[in-house]
């Protein structure tokens, strides 16, 4: 398979990934089953539980809370959520989705160059930590409750893992799998430590503003090395 072809497969897949993502978003796949009414009554729900989850951790929430939150019926919350566990993965599976939608626009704007909208994706995963730093606490709390919820926090990062996977396989066609997958490893690393870091540092740490070109520079190095 010639490098072009390796392209346009690694985009067509990337494409079929994201519409199922898409498609499968809580506010989306529960919305259709319910009236216009209870569709948005599931969307209150979630944003709620979000709030809730960011304040008070998955330890401190309840379904109580979610429902005052809300501005609803404990029984509310409970004909569309009957768990906490259920609210708790719907929640975090509309919240990641959101970010799948952040990969769908940079993709969309610069389909033709998968390395330009891999190095713009890692951008967003860097200036998106200023103001989301807590929300990834909270989920590496809650993934190291219990082996379900690791196994849960793994299946919904699996998603995005798979974006950056395929955009990596167009734009490293001569890497054979087990050199793609470390290239993806070594980016999560990145990131996930600069959220760290962004969300432990001081506000004034002068290395941390200058994260954003650094960490893309790095990016690029880890991308584009050939073993």
């Known amino acids: 398979m010639s490098e072009d072809q390796h392209k346009t497969r690694a985009i067509e897949t990337i494409q079929a990934h994201l519409a199922d993502l898409r498609a499968n978003r809580p506010s989306v796949r529960l919305a259709g089953e319910y009236s216009a009414k209870g569709a948005n009554t599931v969307c209150q729900i979630l944003g709620a539980a979000h709030t809730v989850f960011l304040r008070d951790g998955h330890a401190g929430l309840s379904m109580r809370k979610v429902a005052d939150e809300a501005g609803l019926a404990v ?4 004909y569309y959520f009957s768990t906490k ?39 967003f995963y860097v200036v998106n930590a200023h103001t989301s730093h807590n929300l990834f606490f909270q989920i590496w ?50 990131e996930e430590g600069v959220k760290l870091f962004i969300g432990i540092g001081p506000e004034d740490d002068r290395a941390l ?10 990016a690029r190095r880890i991308i584009c090395s050939k073993a």
Request: net charge negative; aromatic share 8%; no cysteine.
């Open 75 to 78: 029984g509310n919350v409970n």
């Open 85 to 123: 566990r259920d609210l708790v993965d719907a929640m975090l599976r509309e919240v990641l989705a959101d970010y799948a939608e952040a990969h769908t626009r940079q993709f969309e704007a610069d389909r033709d160059a998968p390395l330009e909208i891999l190095l713009n994706v890692i951008d």
């Open 141 to 190: 709390g809650f993934a190291g409750g219990d082996d379900n919820a690791k196994a849960l926090i793994r299946e919904l990062y699996r998603p995005i893992g798979r974006f950056i996977y395929y955009l990596v396989r167009a734009i490293r066609p001569d890497a054979d799998d087990l050199e793609v997958r470390q290239i993806v490893l070594q980016l999560f690393s990145l």
């Open 209 to 218: 503003a200058t994260a954003q070109q650094h960490i893309r520079n790095a």
